[in-house]
């Protein structure tokens, strides 16, 4: 079955951090590009970094550029993202996402999430 | 990198057909017919619907089209189902490894 598990969330004071980790399983990992997604409470779905298949190429949106970073260790089929300088606007639900085969540009297998909630 | 725009909420009765809109700017819809879009049930992961303007998933019902005009892209169900109800959002890519989303509308099936 194919399938994508996020887990690191939880509960930290604003100014920390935390890593998350997506475990991806039943394909090729290193053959896709992969995103992250995140939905505040209540919130609609942003878009907060994406990774090219080796990791050679990375984007983030500007809200989260300079504090979170996004990797991957293809040999452990994980997806990361390091969220540094944590503000409570960074509190939501964070998904992994794969980029469609021979698309590249749209996300067509989805994580349920972890949960990331900054408060003092 | 500001979200596209989506109506907050729209409706319709079962069989009819609605369209939500989707505008964003040349920079991101105008650029590209690189447009998604994602169904997302309470509680549940989004779900992609359609892709590059014209694709759609193995699986997913052919009541789902969309469409694109200059910065703006549609999304049209037809023959709405009670199962058609759920938030949309539709995606754009952005350029240099960047997307963004946007708000999200609430479709309501009468």
């Known amino acids: 079955e194919v399938q994508l598990v996020e887990s690191g969330g939880g509960v930290v004071r604003p100014g920390g951090s935390l890593r998350l980790s997506c475990a991806a399983s039943g394909f090729t990992f290193d053959d896709y590009g992969m995103i992250w997604v995140r939905q505040a409470p209540g919130k609609g779905l942003e878009w907060v970094s994406a990774?090219?298949?080796?990791?050679?190429?990375?984007g983030y949106a500007e809200s989260v550029k300079g504090r979170f970073t996004i990797s991957r260790d293809n040999a452990k089929n994980s997806l990361y993202l390091q969220l540094n300088s944590l503000r409570a606007e960074d509190t939501a639900l964070y998904h992994c996402?794969?980029?469609?085969?021979?698309?590249?540009?749209?996300?067509?297998?989805w994580g349920q999430g972890t949960m990331v909630t900054v408060s003092s | 990198q500001s979200a596209l725009t989506q109506p907050a909420s729209v409706s319709g009765s079962p069989g009819q057909s609605i369209t939500i809109s989707c505008t964003g700017t040349?920079?991101?819809?105008?650029?590209?017919?690189?447009v998604s879009w994602y169904q997302q049930h309470p509680g549940k992961a989004p779900k992609l619907m359609i892709y590059?303007?014209?694709k759609r998933p193995s699986g997913v019902s052919n009541r789902f089209s969309d469409s694109k005009s200059g910065n703006t892209a549609s999304l049209t169900i037809s023959g709405l189902q009670a199962e058609d109800e759920a938030d949309y959002y539709c995606?754009?890519?952005?350029?240099?490894?960047?997307?963004?989303f946007g708000g999200g509308t609430k479709l309501t099936v009468l």
């Open positions: 040349s920079s991101d819809v105008g650029s590209y017919n690189l």
């Open positions: 995606c754009s890519y952005a350029g240099s490894s960047t997307w963004v």
């Open positions: 996402a794969r980029a469609v085969a021979g698309s590249e540009y749209a996300f067509d297998i």
């Open positions: 990774i090219n298949w080796n990791g050679g190429s990375t």
């Open positions: 590059d303007v014209t």
